[in-house]
């Protein structure tokens, strides 16, 4: 597995708790066991060409953008096909790729408040609160 990152890396490698002595999260190194990860700027032509590189061999693509943006980085379905016709291609975005939210960004809150899970939590005196962990991000 071959992880693709942003420039300044994927947000929950910042998160707490940081082992002391390598500073990095155990939260990242716990969901990212075992990948191997590079970072890309897909925004600029040599990092699309060295992506198209990688979809050459692959088996599986799987990405979570919001719906539109694979089509306007060019790696939505249909280009990469050509690259490599035998591509299994997932996506897994908050809102779907298409209807009237699939713009929208999703994190694992709004999918617990607009399912109705923090609707399950809490008491009656107080609001709702979100389930513990991040039950849809990792469910998803």
Known sequence: VLKIEPIEGEQCRFWGPLDEKSGE?????????????????????KGLEL????????????????????????????????INPAIIYASGSGFGQYGPITHRPCYDIVAQAMGGMI????????????????VADHVA
């Open 25 to 45: 999260s155990g939260f990242y190194n716990y969901v990212n066991r075992n990948k191997k990860g590079a970072t890309l700027n897909l925004k600029t032509e």
């Open 119 to 134: 609707n399950l939590t809490g008491f009656k005196e107080t609001n709702p609160v979100k389930v513990g962990p991040s």
């Open 51 to 82: 992506f198209y590189e990688l979809v050459k061999d692959a088996d599986i693509l799987v990405e979570n953008f919001r719906g539109g943006i694979t089509k306007k980085l060019k790696i939505d379905y249909e280009t990469i096909k050509k």
